[in-house]
């Protein structure tokens, strides 16, 4: 047995997934509707068939308890009154006809004795086929017994009913495609209609360029979905340029701190290659060795900037705050307070954890009067890490600005005294990324840093 070709099997998919939404919704609608239209027709013309068969059958019922009820008060008529064209014929016991309607045969019964005695036992009516008795169509027929041997044999043509059943599917027929026709027409144009706020949207998108940052999509009336969608991608788009300025404020500071590096640099170079009889060039590698320094402090903390921008963090291991702390106070001689317990363990990057130490120290070092001091303790779920020193503080409504990217509260503190702006930057930017929070307290006198981080579980 050779199997079907997947490819050509696959056409039909493929073709189908090809065409628009708005296509596909109104195929699938139809063809929904197509099937329910049509089992509903054969369910309504099955139900209409029964309901007129179960009329015919009481109606000959009847007819039948009527000619019995006169035949056994023997007050049959000869011949037999026809009443809505009803077929009776009455047997004695011999099975000759002894009365009848005029519209039948008088000769020959319609059921033969051992038919008739099967009705009468079942007491259920039965089709028959009229023709080979002169009668056109089907007949359903009724079989009776009365009093002395009688048997009462009454029939209904079933043509009318076989009429009402064609006339209602022949007009079901006709119908049914018109109101697939009137469907598809409707769903066509109810789906473009819900359709065409995602067409504006797409379309506003499309406009939407590198120069046209503060575009916004179209938000439709409506409080649908479309509405929802539209609300999220204009707060996406938002999201987009807010880190968009970020960036490019990123690049424009950047190279606005690593112009002033590189143009001593270049002037210390053109002096000393301009008078080389004159020129000390000790003191010239010292002054440009430590402009270097400057521009690798500065391509370090923006790769440590780009890095912790998307969240990754170098590596995921415990750390002890403790440990971290005691190591630092010693290299600076610096006063460390320890809560008594088990050292904070948290998990994250080891070695960011010690440059958010490190800029946390030397900020404070740079300012401090007399003392600086480390601290570490845990507090509930949380381990807290603080850096305190006894110098002049910040004001409350500069402490949360001195985390932007190179930011400098005043002149003293200089390119070449306070870095490049980026320390405490790089300090949020790095407990962010391990959960945390930092922010910066009045000491009394002084300023403390406070990072809170979560316990390793």
Known sequence: ?????????????????????????????????????????YVFVAVLGEALVRRIDDQVYQRGREIVALSDAD??????????????????????????????????????????????????????????????????????????????????????????????????????????ALLAAVSWLVVGRTLRPIALLRRGAAEVGATARTRRLPVP?????????????????????????????????????????????????????????????????????????????????????????????????PVHLAELARRTAERHGLALDLAPGPSPVVVGDALDLRRVLANLVGNALRHATSAVRIGVRADGTVAELTVTDDGPGIPPEDRERVFDRFTRLDDARSRDDGGAGLGLAIVRTTVEAHGGTVHLEDASPGLRAVVRIPLAR
Not at 113 to 124: I, K, L, M, Q, S
């Open 1 to 41: 047995m050779r199997l079907p070709d997947p490819a050509v099997l696959a056409r039909p998919v493929t073709w189908w997934r090809r065409q628009s939404l708005r296509f596909r919704v109104t195929a699938a609608a139809t063809a929904v509707l197509a099937l329910a239209l049509a089992v509903s027709a």
């Open 221 to 317: 009336e409506a409080r649908d979905e479309v509405h929802a969608l539209a609300t999220t991608l204009n707060d996406m788009l938002g999201r987009l340029e807010e880190a968009d300025a970020r960036q490019r404020a990123l690049v424009s500071d950047a190279a606005h701190e690593l112009r002033s590096p590189l143009a001593s640099i270049r002037l210390q170079l053109e002096v000393a290659l301009s008078h080389p009889e004159g020129q000390d060039w000790k003191e010239t590698a010292e002054g440009v060795l430590e402009d270097t320094l400057r521009l690798s402090r500065l391509a370090e903390d923006l790769l440590a900037l780009a890095r912790l921008d998307e969240g990754r963090l170098g590596r995921r291991e």
């Open 75 to 180: 007050r049959l008529s000869d011949p037999v009154v026809s009443a809505d064209n009803t077929i009776v014929q009455v047997l004695d016991r011999d099975g000759r006809i002894v009365d009848a309607t005029p519209n039948t045969d008088r000769l020959v019964p319609l059921l033969p004795a051992e038919a008739r005695e099967a009705a009468v036992r079942a007491g259920e009516p039965l089709f028959l086929d009229g023709r080979p008795y002169a009668l056109p169509g089907t007949l359903r027929v009724r079989v009776l017994s009365a009093d002395h041997g009688v048997t009462v044999i009454v029939a209904r043509s079933f043509a009318e009913v076989e009429s009402s059943l064609v006339t209602t599917g022949h007009v079901l027929i006709a119908g049914m495609p018109l109101l697939l």
